[in-house]
């Protein structure tokens, strides 16, 4: 019973978002920002090929940028954030300001259907966005290059894309707990926008600042002190779920990142340069994926519980 | 009365910090009746009605509809409960056939079912040119009767109808009591009204309740329900009679003790007493020939009640 009225309503918040037009808008932003950077990127990747040595070349369709044109996943990664939160900013209150909820309430239906019928309409809708717009975006990579992916760049492919649907349903869950917390749907999408630049700009510049005043750096700081305020501020960035994604997929498209942190020169010493296999930059970046979902789950449980127990007033 | 009661409501409170809205409501409603729950905004008319369907919880007491209780089983009461809130709203780019099939789907009913229903019930509400344009086009009073057929997608037993007539012309609202009147005596639904418009609404229901402040001051056939409301209030009569003269008022006076008598500049005489004096004072004005050119009884009839609890709502 409670699982087909999920059903319904998450068919029809589906069916929603595709035929709305806030959903072309955006595949077409991502879409047209996407083929850019691939273009771009392909154009100029056969100097690159040949003048280092890279066993990788089609990942690096995604993570080498042209000439003016920014690279793949820094589009995704700063496009991503915009596709969720324009997904969810009004899903709830959009419901009450427009008079339908406390008649789809009043259906014999459980109330967390739809909360749960809303964000995973969301995910579903992200899912297709991604994983269209990465096949078109890597079948026009293989035109231009001619080169095909091996196996294990498309593991690394594919779970790039699942970090991407990740990633971006965080926002997803922040704009629908904006969009519970606010009645109004103009002040929840500011506030998701708020909530975006200061994850993916603020946090690095007050990472640093606060880093700086709690182990201060001079000219006669010791290497300790050094090593800890940049950890710190490291961690500090960790907080937005930008840093965690772009540190993610670096390690995934570019199997020749082998630490995240901050290491010493001497512990380099002896290491042969070389590229990590697949699952070594999984367990890599496995804190990583484990903090996006955790983000994910947090966001969409305090929506859960607001909903739940939300005063259902006309 | 031996009809089966439908709803029952005991002791029913509801306290929002400080205010009780709904301060130890008891009721019971009968199958098969229309009742009307009347009263000024703010009364807790709505805080009652999302009682009965389990969106509110109660801070006290219970209800219960068709036995089934409200607050644990609100699941089964909102099976056989059809609720059309004030201010109804309508997924507005859809079409009145399609925001019908959604509810159908929600209350899972097969898709057969749902397209016959569909049918019928525009037919009823006199939409069924327009069954197929978007409600975006709809006026107040189509909406309002789309809401009418949303409430009976389900088939209900009980309807509860949360002001029914706000916003609608009088040709409208004269359309919206037909229809209310016709799905109740028809389908033998028990329907419950909330409104304060007082007037138009009576009209309809077979028994009304007076709600002021949380508490039921009255309920009962409209006619009976003066009498109850100012029970322990002194009764006036406006009487104008032909010729006045001093003889008048000791003749009144001799009819019983307390009568306390003023005459205005109109030449309109008003007696206040205790106890009904209507019959003998008739007989002993013709007894004398005086002849009675206007009575009334002031205080206890619904233009009392209107004045008193109503005015200045509209």
């Known amino acids: ?314 | 009365m031996d009809k089966n009661v439908m709803i029952e409501i005991e002791n029913l409170t509801k306290k929002y910090d400080d205010v009780i809205a709904v301060d130890h409501l008891n009721l019971d409603i009968y199958e098969g009746e229309i009742f009307g729950l009347l009263g000024p905004n703010g009364a807790g008319k709505t805080t009652t009605i999302l009682i009965l369907l389990g969106l509110t919880e109660p801070t006290a007491g219970n209800a219960t509809i068709n036995g089934y209780n409200t607050t644990k089983e609100p699941i089964h009461v909102k099976k056989i409960v059809g609720y059309l809130p004030d201010n109804v709203g309508f997924y507005e780019d859809m079409t009145a056939r399609e925001n019908l099939r959604f509810t159908g789907r929600l209350n899972n009913l097969n898709e057969k079912e749902i397209e016959s229903r569909i049918d019928s019930l525009l037919e009823r509400v006199k939409l069924v040119d327009v069954g197929d344009r978007k409600v975006a086009t709809y006026s107040r009073g189509m909406k309002q009767r789309l809401g009418i057929a949303d409430t009976l997608m389900k088939n209900p037993k009980v309807i509860i109808l949360d002001e029914p007539t706000i916003g609608l012309d009088p040709a409208g609202i004269n359309e919206m009591l037909e229809l209310i009147e016709e799905l109740a005596r028809e389908d033998n639904r028990t329907v419950l009204i909330s409104s304060h418009q007082l007037y138009q609404i009576q009209k309809i229901c077979d028994r009304v309740g007076i709600f002021v402040n949380g508490k039921l001051l009255a309920e009962g056939p409209i006619h009976t329900l003066g009498e109850k409301v100012f029970e322990d209030q002194p009764l006036t009569l406006e009487l104008n009679v032909e010729p006045i003269d001093d003889k008048l008022v000791s003749l009144i006076q001799s009819i019983s003790e307390d009568v306390n008598i003023s005459i205005d500049d109109h030449e309109k005489i008003f007696i206040k007493s205790n106890n009904d004096i209507r019959t003998p004072l008739l007989r002993i004005l013709s007894d004398n020939d005086y002849s009675v050119l206007f009575l009334k009884q002031r205080g206890r009839d619904l233009d009392d009640i209107y004045s008193r609890y109503f005015a200045g709502e509209e």
Request: with cysteine; proline share 4%.
């Open chain 1, 1 to 314: 019973m409670s699982r087909n009225s999920l059903l319904v309503l998450y068919k029809k918040e589906l069916a929603d978002h595709l035929r709305s037009k806030r959903f072309v808008i955006l595949l077409l932003l991502i879409a047209v920002t996407g083929l850019a950077s691939i273009y771009s990127a392909a154009s100029g990747i056969r100097e690159a090929v040949s003048q280092e040595e890279n066993d990788f070349v089609f990942l690096r369709l995604f993570t080498a940028s042209g000439n003016s044109i920014p690279s793949f996943i820094s589009f995704v990664s700063l496009l991503g954030p915009l596709v969720g939160l324009a997904l969810g900013f009004d899903s709830i209150n959009g419901e009450f300001n427009r008079g339908t909820m406390s008649r789809l309430l009043a259906q014999p239906i459980h109330r967390d259907s739809v909360i749960n019928g809303k964000f995973l309409a969301g995910i579903l809708v992200i899912s297709i966005m991604v994983f269209s717009l990465g096949i078109v975006v890597g079948a026009i990579g293989i035109l231009m290059i001619g080169i095909p992916p091996t196996l294990e760049e498309i593991f690394r492919l594919l779970s790039f894309f699942v970090v991407t649907i990740f990633y971006m349903s965080i926002w997803l869950a922040i704009s629908q707990l904006f969009s519970l917390l606010f009645k109004q749907s103009a002040t929840s999408a500011l506030a998701s926008i708020a909530m975006w630049l200061f994850l993916s700009i603020f946090v690095g510049l007050l990472a640093g600042v606060v880093a700086n005043v709690i182990f201060p750096i001079d000219n006669a700081s010791t290497i300790d002190m050094q090593l800890k305020n940049s950890n710190l501020e490291l961690m500090l960035n960790r907080l937005s779920p930008t840093t965690l994604f772009s540190e993610a997929t670096i390690c995934l498209l570019n199997p020749g990142v082998r630490t995240l942190s901050i290491i010493t020169v001497d512990r380099l010493i002896g290491a042969i340069p070389g590229a990590l296999p697949f699952t070594q930059s999984m367990l890599l970046i496995w804190p990583h994926l484990v903090s996006l979902i955790a983000l994910n789950m947090i966001c969409f449980a305090i929506s859960y519980i607001i909903f739940m127990r939300r005063e259902i007033r006309a």
